[in-house]
Structures are given as C-alpha cells and as structure tokens.
C-alpha cells in the first residue's frame, strides 16, 4: 500500500472512502472539499465495497476504509492488500479500541488508525499527515541516493545465504531508509517471502513467464511489500515445472528495479550464476556467504575465481556465517583465510535459538539480532553500502599475498584435506 514508489500517481484518483455509516460520511465529505477532492468519492459499504471496488479500477493516492463491520479487520485488510496498488495511503477507522490491533495494521501497511468516534480534526490531522507522506520525500530521495545492487550468494547449499539476503535488504531499508527490492532467484525453493511472513505472490512467475510484460507499472502491482522501504519478489514455483526461461525476465527485473527502488539484493542462488552469468555484470557487489568447512573452502575459492574472470568489477565481501563458538570448527578461519587467499570480512556466530526466534516471529535474522549477532550484519550492510558507492575495483585483502602467496589454491586446499587424513593415520 504506502510502497516507496509511485509510478502511475498521476493516473490515480487523489482521494476515495469507503464508509459504514451517515455520520462518518457526513463528516468526511466537507474534509475532501477542503483538500480539493470530490465529496462523491464518499462511498458507502465499509471494507467489503472498497475490496470489491479496487479490484475492478486503479487504487487512489489516499483511501479512507471504515472497519466497523469488519468481524477479523486485519484479515480484511490482508485482502485489501491484495487488491490495493502499491503507492496508495490507506487511513482505517473502528470501533476495536486494542493497541495489538493497531500495531498489526500498522505492519500490514496502514499508514493511520482512527479510533471511533473521532473528531473532524483529527481527520484533518490525519489528511494532511498523509498528503505530507505522499508529496514527501520518496521522490526527491532517488535524486539523492543512486541505486546500489547487492547479489547474495551461497557457495553451498543452506550455508544461509537467503539468511543474509533477507537481513541485508531489511537493513538497507530500515537503518539506511533506503526503498530496497530483495529479488528471490530461487525460483521453486525460495524463501524471501516466507522469512518475512509474506505470500509470495505470482508476480515473479508471471515475468518469467512474459517477460514483455515487464515495465514499472507491473513492478509496482507484482512486488509484496514488507515494510514502507521493503519490497519483495519471490516465487514457489510448482516442482514439477522445470524453469524455462533465457533470464531475459530476470534482466529486465534487474533494470525496472534498478528505476523503482534505492537499492536491490538479488538472492542468488549458485546455479543460476552459471546459468544466467549476466546477473552479476551490474551488481556493485557480491556478497559471498560461506561456512568453514572444507567443502565451503573448495566453493568458496571457485566462486570467488568464477567473479574474478565473469565481473572483475564487482566488490566481494567474504561472509563466513554460522560459525560456532566452541571448538567444533571443520577448518579454522586462518586455514580457511589462507586457502580462498584472502581475509573473510564478516563473521556471523551461529545461534540456533535467535535463528528459530526469527523464522517463528517471520523477521529478518537481523531484525531480531543484537549484540554479538547484530553487530556482524550491521557492519556487513555499512561495507556494502561503502564498497557500492566507493569508485574503483574491488578491494580485496589477500591474506596469501600478504604472507609472500607462496602455495598455490589447490596445494592449499590439498593441504587442508590432508589435515583430518593424517590425524586419523
Ligand atoms: N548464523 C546462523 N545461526 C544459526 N542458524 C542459521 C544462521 N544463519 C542461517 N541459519 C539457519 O540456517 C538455515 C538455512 O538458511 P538459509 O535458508 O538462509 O540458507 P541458504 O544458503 O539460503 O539455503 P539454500 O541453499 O536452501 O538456498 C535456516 O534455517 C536459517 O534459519
Ligand atoms: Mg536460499
């Protein structure tokens, strides 16, 4: 609803309301004629009328929705959602007095709350609160802030590189107030959405499927958002479908995104980088999320080979995620540094506890992080954002070449596998 972009604004109406009662209307409509708008965009029939409404023509800037007849509001307004287009300000008013109530509609993207009664001004407070919002500054932001784009990419399976995508598009959101797409190319298996409590909708599917029909107006209409700076495309492609496609849908994504939105991450999982190469070509960087372990070793030092030859302007930020506190290490981080030839930058502890807490509340791992675990993801969004806006090739720190780079990646990798071998002889 209050999405941080507004394509088509000027195709929409400024102002519709949809109401229960004569007194809600009666006091609207003198309201609308202060701001210019018609009284007879003051509708009768509540919730229900305006679902039924939108779903047939373009949502308005700003919509006044009454509740009072809605038995489960946020579950109506879940379905308002669903027809409503990104961009429109919607207000609610009812009689349920529950500050949960509240909360939740304000998550679901509400930008107000009126409790009944109310009087006429705080419906004046509450307009001009909104036409603020929408003349504010999300246009003149863009100006400001070019577009970043981070890929995220794990150099094995569940080594939680969707972890960090959904945390890292969620910070750049909410701590750097940056409007960010989290685009999910895990196409059957992906789990932006779902990590955000989201449905994921068909908007990816159908631009796989219709690549053509790809613009800023379906960019608007197909994103799920999350919060007022975060917005989602993702998939649960059926898995009997293979995924048929050039990646020429995935392209233009990349490119309407690149118009809509302040910053993008691209989840990425590692075979489509070797299938659709070209997604990585204009991110300005590549977060590497590995685990130390000697699988992750070996993957670790063909991705990062693999960026060094297909986007050598690309940055890289080696993650090692997961990484507990004991002793229970495959390969320590200085085998694992001096292996892959280069410092790993961030690293991630593994708690299982806080990583249960964010897939039970549906939050970004680092929404519900702090201390210890917060501290990583918020050092890790401030280099992406510092290495994005940095001039010049990717700064890597070579461990190897710092120590003389005498062994070559496969001695040291040899070298690492032969470890485990001679302690067992
Ligand atoms: N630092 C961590 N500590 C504990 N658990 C973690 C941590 N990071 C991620 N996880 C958990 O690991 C699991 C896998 O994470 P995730 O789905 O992000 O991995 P992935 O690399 O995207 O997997 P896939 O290869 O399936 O795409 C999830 O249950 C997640 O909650
Ligand atoms: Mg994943």
């Known amino acids: 609803m209050n999405a941080p972009f507004q394509a088509r604004a000027g195709l929409r109406d400024p102002f519709q309301a949809f109401v229960c009662d004569d007194a809600t209307a009666d006091m609207l409509r003198p309201v609308a004629v202060e701001h ?50 990104p961009g429109t300000i919607v207000i609610a008013s009812g009689q349920v007095n529950d500050v949960r109530l509240y909360r939740d509609l304000v998550a679901s993207g509400i930008h107000d709350y009126l409790l009944k009664p ?51 598009a969620w910070l750049l959101g909410e701590k750097a107030h940056r409007s960010t797409a989290l685009l999910d190319l895990d196409i059957h298996f992906g789990t932006g959405a779902l990590a955000l409590d989201l449905e994921p909708g068909r908007g990816l599917t159908d631009a796989i499927e219709n690549p053509s029909r790809i613009d800023g107006l379906f960019i608007e209409r197909a994103m799920v958002r999350a919060n007022e700076r975060l917005s989602v495309l993702s998939a649960e492609a059926p898995i009997h479908q ?38 990585v070509h204009d991110a300005h960087v590549a977060v590497v999320v590995a685990e130390l372990t000697l699988a992750a070793t070996r993957d670790t030092i063909r991705v990062l080979a693999w960026l060094k030859s297909n986007a050598p302007q690309t940055k890289v930020i080696v993650v090692a995620n997961g990484v507990p506190s004991g002793g229970a290490l495959e390969i320590n981080r200085k085998d694992f540094e001096q292996s892959i030839e280069r410092s ?30 917060g501290a990583p993801f918020t050092a890790l969004s401030n280099m992406v954002l510092s290495h994005a806006t940095e001039e010049g090739a990717a700064s890597e720190t070579s461990a190897a070449a710092a120590s003389g780079g005498a062994k070559s990646l496969v001695d040291n990798l040899k070298s690492m596998l032969a470890k485990p071998k001679a302690k067992a002889a």
């Open 36 to 85: 210019g708008w018609s009284p007879e965009k003051v509708n009768k029939g509540g919730l229900r009328n305006a679902v039924q409404s939108l779903s047939v023509s373009a949502s308005p800037n700003i919509l006044f929705v009454d509740l009072s007849e809605s038995a489960d509001p946020l579950n109506d307004i879940n379905a308002l959602a669903e027809v409503c287009e």
């Open 118 to 168: 109310f009087t006429v001004d705080q419906l004046r407070d509450t307009f001009a609160n909104a036409q603020t919002v929408l003349s504010g500054p999300r246009g003149e932001a863009q100006v400001d802030k070019p577009h970043i784009m981070a890929a995220v990419i794990g150099v094995r399976g569940g080594v939680g590189a969707s972890t960090i995508a959904t945390s890292l």
């Open 242 to 279: 293979p995924l048929i496609t050039d990646g020429s849908a995935f392209f233009q994504l990349q490119e309407e995104m690149r118009n809509a939105f302040e910053s993008t991450v691209l989840d990425l999982p590692r075979h489509m980088l070797i299938q659709f190469p070209h997604m």
């Open 344 to 373: 790993v930058d961030i690293v991630i502890p593994a708690d299982g506890k806080l990583a249960a807490q964010a897939a039970k509340l549906g939050k970004p791992l680092a929404e519900v992080a702090s201390g210890k675990v």
